[in-house]
């Protein structure tokens, strides 16, 4: 079983950068996909970016892109997202998941995804 936890979510003013961490337990984190959503009220969830196992691929939504960055440290069982140039449209709860898929096509589902955080808010203020 494996468990995610987010945190790093908060209130900033348009323009301004949070990092999002994604922590998981266990030595398994490694073997999976992680992939980043995010969901407002009233709205469907919405794929932001996702990364592989080994860290060497990554993707992003085209809303993202250029603004936020995916990473991951396998030594610390921990996936993070650097989000720059924030939008009040980047509003929303942001969680993770994990994935054993490898398709980028399949990967922005988050039907994918078979281990989730409990998620965490991210507010952006204009």
């Known amino acids: 079983q494996v468990q995610l936890v987010e945190s790093g979510g908060g209130l900033v003013q348009a323009g301004g950068s949070l990092r999002l961490s994604c922590a998981a337990s266990?030595?398994?984190?490694?073997?999976?996909?992680a992939g980043w959503f995010r969901q407002a009220p009233g709205k469907e969830r919405e794929f932001v970016s996702a990364i592989t196992w080994t860290g060497g691929s990554t993707v992003y939504a085209d809303s993202v892109k250029g603004r936020f960055t995916i990473s991951r440290d396998n030594s610390k069982n921990t996936v993070y997202l650097q989000m720059n140039s924030l939008e009040p449209e980047d509003t929303a709860v942001y969680s993770c998941?994990?994935?054993?898929?490898?398709?980028?096509?399949?990967?922005?589902?988050?039907?994918?995804?078979?281990?989730w955080g409990q998620g965490t808010q991210v507010t952006v203020s204009s």
């Open positions: 998941g994990a994935s054993t898929a490898f398709s980028w096509s399949v990967l922005r589902n988050s039907g994918a995804y078979t281990y």
């Open positions: 266990g030595r398994t984190f490694t073997s999976y996909t």
